[in-house]
Nanobody
């Protein structure tokens, strides 16, 4: 059973940084693509960043040059480094993976950026 567990969220002032973690289990981490999404109150969940099984990365234009996605194979963890945070980055952040057509989400971690 695939399980994703996010951590690292919190309250930070605008301009600050946070690093989110997504720990994966029950999956062959070396061949799994994982994405980060976020959902602010009243908004739809939106894609933020993705790292492929070949370690190619993509980030949304709204966070480009501020957010970086990476993975640690030994820890089976994907990270989202968030720098120069803005109040509009406030949201619950989720990681997601799809294995054999089945989508798995983590429980989410709250990020709040104060102005």
């Amino acid at each position: 059973q695939v399980q994703l567990v996010e951590s690292g969220g919190g309250l930070v002032q605008a301009g600050g940084s946070l690093r989110l973690s997504c720990a994966a289990s029950g999956v062959d981490f070396s061949i799994t693509a994982i994405g980060w999404y976020r959902q602010a109150p009243g908004n739809q969940r939106e894609w933020v960043a993705r790292i492929s099984s070949a370690d190619s990365t993509n980030v949304a234009d709204s966070v480009k040059d501020r957010f970086t996605i990476s993975r640690d194979y030994a820890k089976k963890t994907v990270y989202l480094q968030m720098d120069s945070l803005k109040p509009e980055d406030t949201a619950v952040y989720y990681c997601k993976t799809t294995v054999l057509g089945r989508v798995s989400w983590g429980q989410g971690t709250q990020v709040t950026v104060s102005s």
